[in-house]
């Protein structure tokens, strides 16, 4: 049994069903009834009749309902009470690979919270976003740097803008898009892309706003790393739609970048958990990137 079986379970409660739940902590139907199942053969008992709509709870999942709340609350006391006395205190971040990228001013921001504060130790992870949500629900880590992925998030997170990205069309030079001064997103329904993979929220962003145009997009190519798309586009495969700041910052000269004519862009955002009661530590890091 783990802090994130009985957060599940927790929350199965709390929104009265497998499919809202999961919607609620942001994971998959099929992984938490995966998540229960295995606790329930660990304990040897059915905490949900099953039969039943909705979640009902069994007899024994009453009995189990009691020591889980009570569980989660000495859990996060104990952290509290370690946060607190810790000599160096770690406030562990996961981020959306855009730390390095010097324009964000995000390593700067880092550095200079971590000189003015010897006895905390910050580390850093970078992750997918979709990575880096489950690293947050299982609480392997306090803080997370991803992309606004609209209101659904904002009633589980607590979150601190950091950065807009403008989206624009990045092509080859020697491509016939090349020449444009803007272009429509509806000139581009008959060409190929390549773009971050699916777990990436700009890939979600760019397919979102071709829906609205009820245009889908030919993705041939994807790939998990921001340079490594871009590489594919600057060989000719393919066109992208790329966060400018991201195309500016790379090394390939190659590229042409091109603004859409209706122009959309994608939040950045330092997150955490509103479940979660900070530290002293996390308090205190969380203060210093609002300024």
Same mark, same amino acid.
């Given at each position: 049994?783990?802090?994130?079986?009985?957060?599940?379970?927790?929350?199965?409660?709390?929104?009265?069903?497998?499919?809202?739940?999961?919607?609620?902590?942001?994971?998959?139907?099929?992984?938490?009834?995966?998540?229960?199942? $295995? %606790?329930?053969?660990?304990?040897? *008992?059915? !905490?949900?009749?099953? /039969?039943?709509?909705?979640?009902? @709870?069994?007899? &024994?999942?009453?009995?189990?309902?009691?020591?889980?709340?009570?569980?989660?609350?000495?859990?996060?006391?104990?952290?509290?009470?370690?946060?607190?006395?810790?000599?160096?205190?770690?406030?562990?971040?996961?981020?959306?690979?855009?730390?390095?990228?010097?324009?964000?001013?995000?390593?700067?921001?880092?550095?200079?919270?971590?000189?003015?504060?010897?006895?905390?130790?910050?580390?850093?992870?970078?992750?997918?976003?979709?990575?880096?949500?489950?690293?947050?629900?299982?609480?392997?880590?306090?803080?997370?740097?991803?992309?606004?992925?609209?209101?659904?998030?904002?009633?589980?997170?607590?979150?601190?803008?950091?950065?807009?990205?403008?989206?624009?069309?990045?092509?080859?030079?020697?491509? $016939? %898009?090349?020449?444009?001064?803007? *272009?429509? !997103?509806?000139?581009? /329904?008959?060409?190929?892309?390549? @773009?971050?993979? &699916?777990?990436?929220?700009?890939?979600?962003?760019?397919?979102?706003?071709?829906?609205?145009?009820?245009?889908?997009?030919?993705?041939?190519?994807?790939?998990?790393?921001?340079?490594?798309?871009?590489?594919?586009?600057?060989?000719?495969?393919?066109?992208?739609?790329?966060?400018?700041?991201?195309?500016?910052?790379?090394?390939?000269?190659?590229?042409?970048?091109?603004?859409?004519?209706?122009?959309?862009?994608?939040?950045?955002?330092?997150?955490?958990?509103?479940?979660?009661?900070?530290?002293?530590?996390?308090?205190?890091?969380?203060?210093?990137?609002?300024?």
């Amino acid at each position: 049994m783990n802090s994130t079986q009985l957060e599940y379970f927790l929350a199965i409660v709390k929104h009265g069903g497998f499919a809202k739940a999961a919607d609620a902590i942001f994971v998959s139907q099929s992984a938490l009834s995966k998540r229960i199942k $295995s %606790l329930e053969l660990e304990l040897g *008992i059915e !905490l949900f009749n099953r /039969k039943l709509p909705g979640a009902k @709870l069994t007899p &024994e999942g009453e009995e189990f309902l009691a020591f889980a709340l009570e569980a989660k609350q000495k859990h996060t006391e104990l952290l509290t009470q370690l946060g607190t006395i810790s000599t160096k205190r770690g406030i562990r971040i996961a981020s959306i690979p855009i730390v390095a990228i010097k324009p964000y001013g995000i390593m700067t921001k880092f550095v200079s919270f971590q000189s003015a504060n010897l006895d905390y130790n910050l580390e850093y992870t970078e992750r997918d976003q979709t990575t880096i949500l489950q690293l947050l629900a299982d609480e392997n880590a306090d803080f997370g740097i991803i992309r606004d992925f609209g209101s659904n998030m904002h009633k589980k997170y607590k979150f601190l803008p950091l950065y807009d990205d403008e989206m624009v069309l990045v092509c080859a030079k020697n491509h $016939s %898009l090349a020449k444009k001064k803007t *272009i429509n !997103l509806r000139e581009l /329904k008959d060409e190929t892309f390549a @773009l971050l993979d &699916e777990r990436s929220q700009l890939y979600t962003s760019t397919v979102d706003e071709f829906k609205k145009l009820n245009i889908t997009p030919t993705i041939a190519y994807t790939n998990t790393r921001h340079n490594l798309v871009l590489e594919m586009v600057a060989n000719g495969l393919g066109i992208t739609i790329m966060p400018k700041l991201i195309v500016e910052s790379s090394e390939h000269d190659e590229l042409a970048i091109i603004p859409l004519e209706e122009a959309f862009y994608t939040k950045i955002l330092l997150v955490y958990d509103k479940s979660k009661k900070l530290t002293d530590a996390h308090k205190k890091f969380w203060n210093f990137c609002k300024k």
